[in-house]
């Protein structure tokens, strides 16, 4: 799936119970939105009871409370219907070393894996919009003038604008470095770039590609 383009992928996030499974934290909801050359053809948002009490500051910070969680679905069942969800897709999340652990944890509870890879849109941004004041999520949205309901720390709500500001990156590719439909691989390798080697890599690219 490596090859394939960046417009088609599967964007995610995750609301936990804190910050890492290795510490026993879990999922609390999913929210995913599915990209097929550039449009949204597909949604998945599912809160999933982590079988404890979640703190009060994770209720405050996301605005899911115990009392949401308590009628939630398992997350075992939720995450069997969301890695159908996902296929074989590539993966977007921002700040995806996150987002990619807690997929691995919970998938690996219910035997289940994904063929796809991950690309982190935070580190991209950092690389693309170098000027931005922080690379937040929220700070990007507004940077980059994305329309938005206001919501953040939702996880449909989140994976929803990391979406919008994939797209415009994928659009600001072409505008800036003439790069049409780049692929995912170009992506993942822009994450990885030294900051001022970007702008090179990007015309090299171009060229190559023309």
Same mark, same amino acid.
């Given at each position: 799936?490596?090859? %394939?383009? *960046? ?10 119970? @804190?910050?890492?499974?290795?510490? $026993?934290?879990?999922?609390? /909801? ?11 053809? $597909? ?7 982590? @079988?404890?009490?979640?703190? %009060?500051?994770? /209720? ?9 969680? %308590? %009628?939630?679905?398992?997350? /075992? ?9 996902? @296929? ?21 509870? !219910? ?20 000027? *931005?004041?922080? =690379?937040? +999520? $929220?700070?990007?949205? /507004?940077?980059?003038? !994305?329309?938005?309901? $206001?919501?953040? =720390? ?19 590719? =072409? ?15 822009? *994450?990885?770039?030294?900051? #001022? #080697? ?7 690219? #171009?060229?190559? +590609?023309?």
């Amino acid at each position: 799936m490596a090859n %394939s383009l *960046a417009n088609s992928v599967v964007v995610l996030d995750f609301e936990t119970t @804190g910050l890492s499974p290795n510490q $026993g934290d879990r999922a609390i /909801e999913i929210g995913a939105v599915k990209l097929e050359n550039g449009i949204v053809t $597909g949604q998945f948002q599912q809160l999933m009871n982590p @079988g404890r009490r979640v703190s %009060s500051f994770i /209720e405050g910070y996301t605005g899911i409370t115990n009392a949401m969680l %308590s %009628s939630a679905p398992s997350c /075992e069942q939720v995450m069997d219907e969301f890695a159908d969800f996902i @296929g074989d897709a590539n993966l977007v999340a921002h700040n995806a070393s996150f987002d990619q652990r807690f997929l691995d944890a919970e998938l690996d509870i !219910i035997g289940r894996q994904y063929g796809g890879s991950f690309a982190c849109s935070m580190l991209i941004a950092r690389r693309l919009y170098q000027s *931005a004041p922080n =690379h937040k +999520l $929220g700070s990007l949205v /507004e940077y980059k003038n !994305i329309e938005t309901d $206001g919501v953040f =720390h939702r996880a449909l709500a989140d994976s929803e604008m990391t979406a919008k500001l994939w797209i415009q990156m994928l659009e600001d590719l =072409h505008l800036d470095f003439k790069i049409q439909q780049p692929s995912f691989e170009l992506m993942q390798k822009i *994450a990885k770039k030294n900051k #001022a #080697a970007v702008p090179m890599f990007l015309y090299r690219e #171009a060229k190559n +590609l023309a």
